[in-house]
């Protein structure tokens, strides 16, 4: 099994709920969340790969690889996001320190200049062919990819594809969905 952690997703979200060092309380999400994913350490799978991904890291030395293509294609690409709180500026500024924290710990750390990390997210998913996967986001994008081999921890729920439906509240989409098919 490996689990994805969308990391600035991880630490932004942390750094907004958290007064902790940000390292240390990253690191202690993510291993309540192994405990969501895998609650019985007797019957964790013995080859599960916790990664967290990253969004490239932005440096005034190279700002053409900086940030992800789409914003060099679309200048205002998430321009009408609102500005981060300086808690949370404060923490993605510890990234590496975090990525350093983590990989202390065994768990492993991607990040590709011009790529944002659910893209990279999405790539690893469809490399993972016969391999489950569990991706660790709020990010409501990623739940287009639930199915019976991915699923989704978001808001510390489960959401994979037997659950999807109840999830979000559509129960009874697919039979109806099917009903006006086959009319």
């Not at 660790?136 to 639930?146: A, I, N």
Request: net charge neutral.
């Amino acid at each position: 099994m490996i689990i994805l952690f969308d990391g600035l997703n991880i630490v932004c979200n942390v750094a907004s709920y958290n007064a902790e060092e940000t390292a240390e309380a990253t690191l202690k999400e993510a291993c309540a969340i192994l405990d969501l994913a895998c609650p019985d350490i007797n019957h964790r799978p013995n080859h599960y790969t916790p990664v967290f991904v990253w969004d490239p890291t932005k440096t005034s030395t190279n700002p053409e690889k900086d940030g992800c293509v789409r914003k060099h294609i679309l200048p205002t690409y998430k321009a009408n996001r609102r500005q981060k709180h300086a808690k949370i500026v404060e923490a993605i500024s510890q990234k590496s320190h975090i990525k350093d924290y983590l990989s202390l710990y065994g768990i492993k750390n991607i990040e590709q200049s011009g790529l944002e990390a659910d893209d990279l997210i999405a790539f690893i998913c469809k490399l993972a062919k016969n391999k489950p996967v569990v991706i660790v986001s709020e990010d409501k994008d990623f739940l287009q990819l639930v199915d019976p081999r991915i699923s989704v921890i978001r808001n510390n729920a489960w959401i994979a594809e037997h659950n999807f439906h109840q999830h979000m509240g559509l129960n009874s989409c697919r039979n109806s969905c099917t009903n006006l098919c086959v009319l």
